[in-house]
């Protein structure tokens, strides 16, 4: 068999450990903590012979609930060299949702900090599947073995890593359930390798690189990008209200040249550093992701960066990333105000490895490939693609699989993103919002980011989701704005006007009169830029009737 067929996560790691044994894999500046490349893989040789040794072998599944910490690294890798099946759930979707991925999941083990193997007594997390339990940073007192125990009794000879194959589990990553219930996507070691290559081709991103993230999952990238990790101290649930000396200060400390941040992390931060007159010295690339990045923002941040550095926005979602890339010069240059006259959102050109169509719009399965299935540019559909980094099923969901994949004859699978898009004629791709939020008169169909595009261009808006009330078919479309700061009456209905003359002077959004005025928009806990508007549909129902 092919050798290109076997591969390891872990194995970039132990690449670096030979290559640049003495460098920083990982620092936690708060805490000054920190393991070299060498100390890391060596740690987690330790930890894949301890966690073996107490039944956690390849296949297994594992539920790992610990925050980012030198023992999330570690365990990480380790999972990985042993084969095992990390599930990794992001904490901050809520007991209930976490009770219902754990099930479906069904890890047979549970790494936990002390708080997380509470939560699973008092509320039966996993109680008919889970049968090893190891606690991070605490002792057997919280229901199960210590992670130091099981790394003193393991031998320090050095670890051999399974030799999993390219299509073998390597891990479950659940969606953060912004536009339905989580969904457990299922990696292979071949995705994962495939998304780390597309990311060192698309940034050019090079070993001995200082990283700055500000999301767990990303910051596992950077060791197998031979970059070291700096994680800051904050709450990475509510990256919307990190404190920006935070980020600032470990930056400049250690000469930061890549950061990865949310959309509202980057809009908390530039208005801090403009407030206070800071700049980053050395960054040469900011990545945002999770939802588009406002145009005025990207001018904000950019104003804090070295001259040459660029910000990114990858498109993408956990079942399929990165899709596509495009820099801040571009869309402050020329498609920023193309989104403000009601084009959607570009979110640029496709990585190299990935095979992008456009589909007709249909909230039914399909169930065949075909190449006759592909729109001609500039014509609306669903965004679909294939490539090495697509996940090719969700975990236990047969159902939610058919609806979200088509089979390819020629092999592989097509991924429905779920988002509605065209292409351009130079290929670009431009988004135009969710499929399931669009709005359905009985005019028309209105797609919500080429609406609100539109209304974001008035200076004292800060956005605004466009919502529908009543039934799919006849609904009427609602116009939702959180504006910058609070105002007075008289001057709300001003802006009420203003935004109404706005939106006349454009076809798809002339029809709006419906215009809501909303404090706080419920946003996603993983990025704090994914606006629910389920909710605020349900908000906004009950104030127009």
Not at 47 to 64: F, Q, Y
Not at 412 to 438: A, E, N, P, Q
Request: charged letters at 20%.
């Amino acid at each position: 068999m092919n050798a290109t067929y076997f591969v390891n996560i872990s194995r970039p790691l132990s690449e670096m450990a030979r290559l640049q044994p003495d460098t920083p894999a990982i620092i936690f500046p708060q805490e000054k903590r920190s393991l070299t490349y060498r100390e890391l893989d060596r740690d987690s040789d330790r930890t894949a012979h301890g966690l073996i040794k107490n039944g956690i072998i390849r296949g297994t599944r594992v539920a790992l609930l610990v925050p980012p910490s030198p023992e999330l690294f570690s365990l990480t890798f380790a999972l990985f060299k042993a084969g095992a099946v990390p599930v990794f759930i992001d904490p901050g979707i809520g007991a209930r949702n976490m009770k219902g991925c754990l099930a479906e999941a069904g890890p047979t083990a549970f790494i936990g900090i002390p708080k997380a193997h509470v939560a699973r007594r008092l509320l039966g997390w996993g109680r008919d599947t889970i049968r090893t339990n190891i606690v991070v940073g605490g002792g057997s007192i919280w229901g199960g073995v210590p992670l130091d125990s099981i790394r003193q009794s393991a031998p320090s000879a050095p670890f051999v890593a399974a030799d999993t194959a390219r299509d073998e589990v390597a891990a479950i990553l659940f969606t953060s359930g912004s536009t339905g219930p989580p969904k457990g996507a299922v990696y292979t070691h071949g995705t994962f390798a495939a998304q780390v290559e597309a990311l060192r081709e698309m940034y050019d991103i090079r070993p001995g690189e200082i990283d700055l993230p500000t999301f767990p999952l990303f910051a596992l990238f950077a060791p197998a990008l031979g970059m070291t990790a700096l994680i800051p101290k904050m709450d990475f649930t509510r990256p919307g209200s990190v404190d920006p000396r935070r980020i600032f200060g470990p930056a400049a400390e250690y000469a930061a040249t890549t950061m990865f941040g949310s959309p509202a992390l980057l809009n908390r931060v530039s208005r801090f550093g403009e407030e206070h007159g800071i700049r980053f010295s050395h960054l040469k690339r900011v990545i945002s992701a999770g939802a588009p990045v406002p145009a005025a923002v990207l001018k904000r941040f950019t104003a804090l960066l070295p001259d040459g550095a660029e910000i990114f926005t990858p498109y993408g979602a956990t079942e399929a990333l990165p899709v596509s890339s495009i820099g801040s010069r571009e869309v402050l240059n020329e498609t920023g105000a193309m989104t403000g006259e009601g084009h959607g959102v570009c979110v640029g050109r496709p990585v190299r490895s990935i095979s992008i169509a456009i589909i007709p719009i249909t909230d039914s399965p399909v169930a065949v490939w075909s190449d006759e299935l592909m729109l001609p540019p500039l014509e609306v559909g669903e965004i679909t693609v294939r490539g090495p980094q697509v996940s090719s099923s969700y975990l236990n969901r047969p159902e939610a699989t058919k609806m979200a994949k088509i089979a390819d004859p020629s092999g592989g699978v097509w991924h429905r993103m779920g988002d509605i898009g065209y292409l351009d004629k130079i290929g670009r791709i431009w988004f135009c919002g969710r499929k399931s939020h669009r709005v359905v008169t009985s005019r028309t169909t209105m797609f919500t980011i080429p609406v609100e595009g539109i209304f974001n261009t008035h200076p004292a808006v800060f956005r605004t989701a466009l919502v529908g009330v009543g039934m799919v078919g006849s609904q009427l479309p609602v116009l939702c704005v959180e504006l910058e700061k609070s105002p007075g009456k008289p001057q709300l209905e001003l802006i009420r006007k203003e935004l109404l003359e706005i939106g006349n002077r454009y076809p798809h959004t002339k029809n709006i009169h419906d215009i809501l005025f909303h404090p706080a928009f419920p946003v996603d806990i993983r990025h704090n830029a994914k606006i629910f508007r389920e909710k605020l549909a349900v908000w906004a129902k009950g104030q127009v009737s």
